[in-house]
């Protein structure tokens, strides 16, 4: 959260900047399986923020600081859902890019 008090998210929506969420994944299968552990995973952050990272910290491919786990996850709108159409922040990373 910001000093205001919100999110990451809502403050880049303040200032029209839309951008999509840091983590994805592609469900093929049992939905409802994959967003009961999800919702159970952000209970458990919100609850247990320090043992929830480090839990997170132990399985990520590279190493951060267990402050910056629970730090991103009191910032961030810890939430599941079905993807939104991002095609305007696409044209805006491929304007800016290489591509």
Known sequence: MDNAGISIEEHFKKNNLVIPGSCGATVYSN??????????????????????????????PMQFPLEFVINTM???????????????FINLVKKYSSQ
Do not use: R, T
């Not at 009961?36 to 247990?48: F, M, S």
């Not at 009191?74 to 305007?88: I, M, Q, S, T």
């Open 74 to 88: 009191k910032n961030a709108d810890l939430n599941v859902h079905k993807p939104e159409n991002h095609e305007e």
């Open 31 to 60: 939905e409802k399986d994959f967003v009961d552990a999800y919702n159970l995973g952000i209970k458990l952050l919100k609850e247990k923020p320090e043992e929830a990272a480090k839990f997170v910290v132990s399985h990520l």
